[in-house]
């Protein structure tokens, strides 16, 4: 399974971005799917997680209500819309799958990962 991760720049604060990930070599429909961020210095966290379907969603207490994570079966493709962005948003996003059967904040219950993109707000 391969995940590639897009749509990451240099943004404003205040702007927004959206992040593309396209999943091949799998069944995309099975799999949870969730977004993950590092920055500099810190661990990777959790940002945002959303279901097979599509109807459940998680999101870091830090991103909600500027953040929406949404997937689309027939494309392959989870995506984060990323609206009001903040200068401690900047990190490299890593889009992940898991066969769970919920969603989870939980990186261990992701399996597959991408390679990442970079997320630069300048404040």
């Known amino acids: 399974v391969q995940l590639q991760a897009s749509g990451g720049g240099l943004v404003q604060a205040g702007d927004s971005l959206r992040l593309s990930c396209a999943v091949s070599?799998?069944?995309?429909?099975?799999?949870?799917m969730g977004w993950f961020r590092q920055a500099p210095g810190k661990e990777r966290e959790f940002v945002a997680a959303?279901?097979?379907?599509?109807?459940?969603?998680d999101y870091a207490d830090s991103v909600k209500g500027r953040f929406a994570v949404s997937r689309d079966n027939v494309k392959n493709t989870v995506y984060l819309q990323m609206n009001s962005l903040k200068h401690e948003d900047t990190a490299v996003y890593y889009c992940?799958?898991?066969?769970?059967?919920?969603?989870?904040?939980?990186?261990?219950?992701?399996?597959?990962w991408g390679q990442g993109t970079q997320v630069t707000v300048s404040s």
């Open positions: 959303i279901s097979w379907g599509g109807r459940s969603t």
């Open positions: 992940a799958a898991g066969r769970a059967t919920s969603v989870s904040d939980d990186a261990a219950k992701f399996d597959y």
């Open positions: 070599g799998g069944t995309f429909i099975t799999y949870i």
